[in-house]
Nanobody, 124 residues
Framework: QVQLVESGGGLVQAGVSLRLSCVAS????????MGWFRQAPGKERTFVAT????????LLADSVKGRFTISRDNTKKSVTLQMTSLKPEDTAVYYC?????????????????WGQGIQVTVSS
């Protein structure tokens, strides 16, 4: 059974940094693209970032480019979302997801496995 467990969320003030981590089990980690999505209150879940199997390619949503970085460590079966210069509009539940599809998928349907989500709240 595949499990993705996120950690690192919390309540922070605008302008600070926060690091989210996701650890996977039950899957050959080096064979999946990993992604982060988020869902703000009252809104649909949206794409944030994705990273390829070997971490040689990444893709980020325009809204977080220049502020967020995605990375992975295949030896630890983990993916990290480093978030800097946080804004109140970054407030959301953040989800880690894994995909067997190649090509840096942005759509939710490309991801087969999902974490439970973790809350990030940015106060102004």
């Amino acid at each position: 059974q595949v499990q993705l467990v996120e950690s690192g969320g919390g309540l922070v003030q605008a302008g600070v940094s926060l690091r989210l981590s996701c650890v996977a089990s039950g899957v050959t980690f080096s064979n999946v693209f990993m992604g982060w999505f988020r869902q703000a209150p009252g809104k649909e879940r949206t794409f944030v970032a994705t990273i390829s199997w070997g971490a040689d390619s990444t893709l980020l949503a325009d809204s977080v480019k220049g502020r967020f970085t995605i990375s992975r460590d295949n030896t630890k079966k983990s993916v990290t979302l480093q978030m800097t210069s946080l804004k109140p509009e970054d407030t959301a539940v953040y989800y880690c997801a894994a995909s067997h599809y190649a090509g840096l998928p942005r759509r939710e349907s490309a991801y087969q496995y999902w974490g439970q989500g973790i809350q990030v709240t940015v106060s102004s």
